[in-house]
């Protein structure tokens, strides 16, 4: 006897929002799924999610040598590193301000708005821009980034309830997408999409960082808000339906787990480590992510092979 | 929460003055502030001055002017089957006829007009007896609505069930059976139906009509009422419209939602 499935669909009203950023043949676009992450049977999924990789505009201090040695010798060299990212098959390179950062170098926006014109030279890539992270130091140097990479759609960030008027005018100025970023908080990224849309700058130009865990370090949080923010933007709620950040590096490369190199008992340091992050970026894809944002190349190599399996359509 | 805009309706003076007139101004005006106040459909009724031989006319005019004004779909609202072809022949998007009874010769009439025009339709939990005293003859009748419109096809989440409200200072034993009937006609089918109330009607001719309205609007919503009739002119009743929705989690809190909720 033949025994047949018929397989349960949900109808979902909406859909989300598809993001392009970038100009040219290696522009890229996000979102646009009506359907949750890879239930291919069930809804058009146009775009696959992407995997960026950072990197600083200086020597980062504080890697540990399992990352800066991937970069063989780049790293020093802001516009040399992006290129590499590159040619490793990066979709997007996230260049971070961080010698704007006011207890460190102290840049002024003119020297970053420099660095960040170089590595945009240097690309073809879409650039995603990260502030220090200093909500007042960035509201000061991203409008003046934005300003110098006029026209080249870059995705900028991090845009908080404190300076989102600054960054946002600099975006919609320059012709630029923006990160609005919120704490673990699903009703805050809400409220944070609406201010910004009440600016005039179109939904399609925005991009919801909710704040992440790694592995091990509140990941299920993270996981049950970008979860819901999807479902909420597959119901029909259009202040939830952009497509979603997740800054996967910046945490994981924190953890002890990536760190600490002399715990045998863990296994190998450089399996673990890269492991951290992909197991991170990819749980969080599958909770309804889209930008991936990782430090090691191998990281970057595993996901995107991820990426493309689950873009493979299912056999019922 | 599903609120149709009452006021196109030639019962109020201003409305049936302008049908007289053939005056879209105040049909406008009405149109463009329900939209801007969170309405969902516009309901439209010629009232009951027009002659029934001049019923589809003035619907049809109704019609065009409310959605030269506003985007959104209407809610077509007479007792004259001719009034309301009329008005989905002109009608753009996806209408609502309001409404057929439980009788079977006007569910003959309504469902397969349901059809025709591919629009949502109210059905009312009474017939030609008039209507029932309590929640079981109601869910009677809504079950006969219920297997009437599946029979023609209609999907059953186009179905609105109205248990029918009546006036608190004259039916007052009606009001538990109309909330026992929202909550139960969840059960007659999969997918379920959906329910509306005329919410207006729960405070005819009382003093403190505003308060009645609102009250039973947070009550009814609490029982699951998915859509109203209502007064959307009243700043306050969609206040609370949307604040229950938030409660009954049917959207995401933000601290704008007074706002998202007219926007939507």
Redesign the interface.
Known sequence: MVMTVAIAKERWAGKCIEVTLGTGPKQVKIGGEATLPFLHFEGEIPNPPVVALEIFDQAPQEWPELLTEAYEGATGDPAAWARKCEELGADLVALRLTRTHPDGENASPEEAARVAAKVAEAVEVPLIVLGCGVEEKDAAVLPEVASALSGKNCLFGLATQENYKSVVAGCIANGHAVIASTPLDINLAKQLNILITEMNLEPNRIVIDPSIGALGYGIEYAYSIIERVRTGALMGDKMLAMPVILLVGQEVWKTKEAKITDAPEWGDHRKRAILWEVTTAVSLLHAGGHIAVVRHPESLRYVKEHIAEMMQPQKY | MILIGERINGMFKDIREAIVNRDPEPVKRHAVLQTQNGARYLDINTGPTVAAEDQPAVMEWLVRVAQEASPLPCCIDSTNPDAIEAGLRVHRGKAMINSTTADQWKMDIYFPMAVKYGAAIIGLAMNEKGVPKDAHDRLALAMELVANADAHGIPLDDLYIDPLVLPVNVGQDHGPEVLEVIRQVKLLATPAPKTVVGLSNISQRCPNRPLINRTFLAMAMACGLDAAIADVEDDELVDIAATANIILNK??????YL??FRQ?
Do not use: A, F, L, N
């Open positions: 959207e995401i809190y933000c601290d704008s706002k998202t939507r």
